[in-house]
């Protein structure tokens, strides 16, 4: 990531991906560069850096809108999961 908002996310899915080992879930954390990754940015609707994205099955599935930090993040991927009592 080259911005420092890049960064700043950057930091909060080092955490994320720290606790998602205890989802028992498959579940990657990727980063895209959108600069080379041209028609992956594409199919997945990147319009703006940085963005988080919830891929089921290769196919874009929802963008997370929320606040940059583990907690919200962590939040937003129990819910893409299935988890109903999210709070």
Do not use: H, M, W
């Amino acid at each position: 990531p080259y911005c420092k908002y890049s960064k700043l996310l950057l930091d909060e899915l080092v955490k994320v991906n720290e606790f998602k080992k205890s989802f028992g879930y498959s579940l990657t954390i990727a980063q895209v560069n959108t600069s080379t990754e041209l028609d992956l940015t594409k199919k997945i609707k990147i319009e703006g850096t940085p963005s988080l994205r919830f891929i089921k099955k290769e196919v874009f599935s929802s963008e997370f809108e929320s606040e940059r930090n583990a907690t919200y993040v962590l939040k937003f991927i129990l819910k893409e999961l299935g988890f109903k009592s999210v709070n």
